[in-house]
């Protein structure tokens, strides 16, 4: 049908003798706001493709409050679960590691991980570090305020002191350019193998382990078997017994004349005296290489080039009586390592 009678509506009045019907049609006019309704129907369907139908919409049906919960609540969970997916690491194949469990960035050098509270291991050797660095500088201060005799009896007082020491003396030398035993143990070798050697604050021993001589270590407190426990100023070494004598950054405390006349004491006439001494230690050179000569030593060369350490090379040419020598005490400055 090409026209839709929708505004008519038809009378059956029963009228026209009986059996009779009389179909008689009555225009009305519907209520303003159904027209306007009624037009947009007949915009809707004319603009609609012909020769197809026009399906009303289906009526939506209002959802029940426990439903719309329980529709919020899968919502909710589906979208934590993309963004838990979202966070976690991808492998090398670029999917997401399941198994990795997740991180909590560190504060404060503590983070959490699965829930437990982890400690970084590298605060608490830092602390270490530094704990034994003070003790190391505080030590360090003390060798060079006393006498010989006055360090040994503060380490044999505390012996753990000594190992503190040596531990944070080896700290230091894994910084240096170069290590100046090394030099000594070179020019060693090159010294006929019968020679008996004398180590001077050897500390572990490292130079009669490194050289085909026979070596005695000597220091303040035995670091093993082979290191004999003495003030350096007083050895049990035999008199004339030794062909070199080593001081290698031993020349510590306020005493060193009799550091050196001890030397003298043991070594033979012609034995070689080699020192190798930290170069801010020295205000002055020649001050220092007459004191050693007074003790009974030669100066053959002397080796001032290097910025870290300077090497003396000395030779005995005289023996000196201890018990008569007149000259005066001297030291050289501390070496303070720098605190952190």
Not at 133 to 158: C, I, M, P, V, W
């Amino acid at each position: 049908m090409d026209k839709l009678f929708t505004e008519h509506e038809w009378d059956d009045d029963g009228s026209g003798g009986a059996g009779a019907t009389n179909f008689s049609f009555v225009k009305t006019k519907p209520p303003k706001k159904d027209r306007k309704k009624q037009k947009k129907t007949e915009q809707s369907v004319e603009s609609s493709e012909p020769g197809r139908f026009v399906r009303a919409p289906a009526a939506t049906e209002v959802p029940s409050k426990k439903s719309r919960k329980r529709a919020a609540a899968e919502s909710t969970q589906e979208l934590h679960s993309k963004n838990q997916n979202g966070k976690l690491k991808k492998s090398k194949g670029g999917q997401p590691n399941q198994d990795e469990p997740q991180k909590v960035p560190i504060r404060h050098g503590v983070s959490k991980q699965n829930g437990s509270v982890v400690h970084p291991t590298d605060f608490r050797s830092k602390l270490v570090e530094s704990l034994k660095g003070s003790r190391f500088r505080f030590l360090n201060e003390q060798l060079y305020k006393t006498t010989g005799e006055e360090a040994k009896k503060l380490f044999h007082q505390d012996p753990a002191a000594f190992q503190a020491y040596h531990e944070g003396y080896r700290h230091q030398i894994v910084q240096w350019s170069m290590n100046p035993l090394d030099r000594i143990v070179k020019s060693i070798k090159k010294l006929p193998e019968n020679y008996i050697v004398a180590d001077f604050g050897c500390g572990e021993a490292r130079l009669a382990e490194s050289v085909p001589h026979k070596v005695y270590s000597l220091d303040l407190v035995a670091a093993n078997d082979s290191v004999i426990a003495c003030d350096m100023a007083n050895t049990p070494l035999e008199t004339n017994s030794i062909n070199v004598v080593v001081f290698c950054l031993s020349l510590m405390g306020t005493n060193l004349r009799d550091f050196l006349l001890e030397a003298n004491r043991i070594m033979k006439t012609g034995a070689l005296l080699k020192i190798a001494e930290v170069s801010s230690r020295f205000d002055d050179v020649k001050e220092f290489v007459d004191n050693v000569q007074k003790c009974g030593f030669l100066v053959e060369n002397k080796d001032l080039n290097h910025k870290l350490f300077y090497f003396f090379h000395f030779k005995k040419v005289r023996t000196v009586d201890k018990s008569s020598f007149k000259g005066k005490h001297f030291s050289l400055k501390p070496c303070l390592y720098k605190k952190r």
